[in-house]
Every structure is written in C-alpha cells, then in structure tokens.
C-alpha cells in the first residue's frame, strides 16, 4: 500500500499519455494546461495531514509535506480535464473575433478568470474550513463566475465537470478495489463529513467535479477561444 498513491498518480499519466499520443490536435492544450496545473501539486502541504496522509516516495510527505505523486497528478489530471469534453464530443475550437472579444461582459475577463485564487485565500485565512472545501468553493464560484462572461461554454463547464467525475470515480473504484481500506487509513475521515459514495469520500466527488467544471473551460477562457457548432 505504499506505493498505492504512486500507482494511481501513474495510471492517471498512463491514460495522458494515451489521450496525447492518439489526439495530436490536442497536444499543445494538454501540454499548456497540465505544466500550469502541475503547480497545485506545491500546495500538498496545505492537505497533509489535514486532509489526507498518504504514505509517499522517500516519505516526502510525512518530512516535508510535498511529495513527487501529487505532481504526476495534477499534471495528468489537469491536461485530461481539459479536453475530454471535446475527445467525447468531437469538437474543435476557433479564436473568437475582435468584435466578440470587446463585449462589454469580457470587461471582467481578468478578474474571473483568476476569481479562484482570492477565494480560496480568503477562505482558508478567515475561515476554519479544511482547505479541501476551500478549493471545492474556490473552482466552483470560478467555473460559475465563467458562464456569466462566457455563456458560449456553458454545455462545457457542466459536461466537462460530468464528464471528469465519472472519470475520476471509475480511478477511485479501481484503487479501493485494490487497496480495500486505503480511505479509512488515508483519509481524515473525522475532519470532513464521513459521507462515502460507493466507497470514495464526498469530498473527493465534489472535488472531481468542480476542478472538470473549472479545468474544461480555461484554456478557452484564457486564449479567447470558442468552440465550433
């Protein structure tokens, strides 16, 4: 069960790598998306052991708080997450036009787009929230502040949050089946609500969820890309 985290992180690479070798058309999205998301894995320390404790390479975590695995998984993770609505659906996207882009609704482009991050930070300095519902709250508010500048994304933001759930909680099945008590050695089950879903804490569903609301939509909120109908 050490190397259980590692295992996971590893599968979830595994499935990357699949997606950007057999979709070329993708590679500069994922690559783009998952170097930039793989800097959430810095903020383990904010998690361990609050959170969760999971053994980690070296022990890392229990020393340090950081660990390798949460790099491997959160750049796999965000990289996917981009891009699986438009794998399932088979879109493409096209740069909007100046006229689009000077909407008076994209005067606030800026300010949604990095909403996220001054939530979380007011929320874990002023409130006693484990950080986990921080980032839930933070991705959330952020991927629903989204569809007021960007309506055009709407079926994306929701699907993509869908869509990434399934995903997750098919991996998450796949570890417990293994690792049959891996949550209740892992998890700080009595820090959050204890409510387990098929197995895998709520916390982690409504995580799954509202990164792929959040993560389906950046590169196309960023770049000012829309999708082709």
């Known amino acids: 069960m050490h190397y259980a ?3 996971w992180s590893l599968f979830f690479l595994m499935f990357w790598v699949i997606i950007y070798l057999s979709k070329p058309i993708f590679r500069k999205e994922m690559l783009s998306i998952s170097f930039w998301t793989m800097l959430l894995g810095l903020s383990e320390p904010l998690f361990v052991p609050r959170y969760w404790n999971p053994p ?3 022990d890392l975590a229990q020393r340090t708080g950081f660990d390798i695995e949460s790099l491997i998984f959160t750049f ?10 438009k794998l399932i659906y088979k879109k493409d996207v096209t740069k909007m036009d100046a006229g689009e882009m000077k909407h008076k ?3 606030l482009h800026i300010y949604i787009l990095s909403s996220p991050i001054p939530i979380f930070l007011a929320l874990a300095l002023l409130t006693s929230l484990n950080h986990i519902y921080c980032g839930i709250i933070a991705m959330a508010t952020g991927a629903l502040l989204t569809l007021y500048c960007r309506p055009d994304l709407k079926w994306k933001i929701w699907i993509g949050g869908s869509l990434l759930l399934i995903y ?3 991996f998450f099945l796949s570890l417990i089946a293994v690792f049959p008590d891996y949550v209740s ?3 700080n ?3 959050l609500t ?3 879903f098929i197995g895998i804490p709520v916390e982690e569903l409504m995580f799954a969820f509202s990164f792929g609301m959040l993560w389906s939509s950046l590169y196309e909120h960023m770049l000012w890309y829309k999708i082709k109908t």
């Open 105 to 107: 609704r994209h005067k």
């Open 56 to 58: 980690t390479l070296f």
């Open 76 to 85: 796999a993770l965000g990289g996917t997450a981009s891009v699986l609505y």
């Open 185 to 187: 050695l892992v998890w």
């Open 168 to 170: 997750y909680a098919v």
């Open 194 to 196: 204890g409510i387990l």
């Open 189 to 191: 089950v009595k820090a």
């Open 5 to 7: 985290w590692l295992i």
